[in-house]
């Protein structure tokens, strides 16, 4: 990262502390500032996660208001974004164990064969997310466990580190990699994979 990126960072943390601290203090400005700078990524996770557009945009707007409820809660002990990620990825969460048993959703048709593509696990998913094989692999998503799906998404669609993983979910750093494997080799065997 260059010094002028490290210095735009610092400046963007220092505002979203000042937001949240706001907030806090009841000052529903800043509240509606931190909606503003989050609401897409929050969609998007609650997209890839719900795979149905109409309950990712209610369940972004219930993220928002639970955390406008608890940001008095909010102890600032970790970033606002690992806060807001651990609320969304519960909900979302909470949102597909309470779907009736076998109820799938896909956003894209299932076109194409990813497979010559998805050969190791962090790069070449990278990779293939990138290409237009991706509704496919969205499709595949959708069969996966809430737990692994999470990982999935924070690892590769909100770039997070293991370590901040580990802090969303509030679990073992070995239990993120474990999903997130476990995750891909179910990825591998729904997109009918061979083996290298």
């Known amino acids: 990262m260059t010094q002028a990126a490290s210095s735009r960072a610092s400046s963007n ?7 949240v601290a706001a907030s806090q203090a009841g000052d529903t400005q800043a509240f509606n500032r931190l909606i503003l700078s989050w609401e897409r990524r929050i969609y998007n996770l609650s997209l890839r996660m719900l795979q ?4 990712a945009a ?11 409820r608890h940001i008095k809660r909010f102890r600032r002990d970790s970033r606002f974004s690992t806060w807001l990620y651990r609320i969304a990825i519960n909900h979302c969460t909470t ?8 109820t799938h959703y896909s956003l894209e048709d299932e076109a194409g064969n990813p497979c010559r593509q998805l050969r190791t696990a962090e790069n070449q998913y990278h990779d293939l997310l990138r290409s237009e094989q991706r509704s496919r692999v969205l499709a595949a998503l959708s069969y996966m466990p809430a737990e692994q799906r999470a990982v999935i ?6 770039e997070l580190t293991f370590e901040e993983i580990s802090a969303v979910l509030g679990v073992a750093l ?3 990699k474990s999903r997130l494997y476990a995750g891909l080799e179910m990825l591998k065997t729904r997109l009918g994979c061979k083996p290298d």
Request: negative net charge; aromatic residues 12%; charged residues 35%.
């Open 58 to 68: 209610e369940a972004t707007q219930e993220v928002f208001l639970l955390a406008y």
């Open 52 to 55: 149905d557009r109409e309950e």
């Open 95 to 102: 949102r597909i164990t309470q779907r009736p048993p076998g």
């Open 174 to 176: 070995s239990t993120v």
């Open 13 to 19: 943390r220092a505002q979203e502390d000042a937001w």
């Open 153 to 158: 998404e924070l690892k590769f669609f909100q």
